[in-house]
């Protein structure tokens, strides 16, 4: 029983010793480069995901200013899409051309030829999230909310390169 007390306290003091050293850790990196970026709190997809879903479902956004629901789509992302932008940016979209604020959220749908809901699309302006592509933070779901792809997302960002000038926003016109 005794060595049973024991051994949980070495274990305590481990984790205890190990926690400190991580926080050494963050400190030194503090100032450089990297540290800088490691600060920078990653948005998280699946929290994002019930966020505009179930908090501030995106369903009751305004489609993006000038478009209709279910329009054919170039295909990239369905036959049909519809694309919301959340309140914040809706004066913005509307004026066309515009850098979005941050926080601002577009969310597509992208629907296959019969219509029904094959993906969904997030672009998260995220400050500091990544300052050479306008701190877009990129996100791909199932239907029922499985993340697909994440973050600083290649495909993403190539593509949409294209639309640089207007805030990576094809739809920002
Ligand atoms: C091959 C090009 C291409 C790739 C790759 C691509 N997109 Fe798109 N995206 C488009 C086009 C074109 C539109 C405009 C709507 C349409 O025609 O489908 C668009 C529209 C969007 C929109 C609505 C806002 C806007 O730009 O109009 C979001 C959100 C979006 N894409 C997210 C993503 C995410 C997330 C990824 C990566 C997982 C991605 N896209 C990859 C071409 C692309």
Redesign the pocket.
Known sequence: MEIKIIMLLILICIIGISGCADQENDSVSEGNEDGIDSQVPIPDAGAIFSIFTINDSYNDWSI?PGQVSHAQ??????DY?T?YVSDDALSLAESGGQVMPYETM???E?FNSDRELIGV???YKAEGFDPDHNDWF???YSPDGDV??EGK?P??I???E??KNID?????V
């Open positions: 993006w789509g170039s295909g990239v992302h369905g899409i694309i577009v969310v597509k992208g699309y997030l672009m990129w996100a791909s697909q792809a997302v495909g993403c190539n593509c949409h294209r639309r990576y926003i094809f739809s920002n």
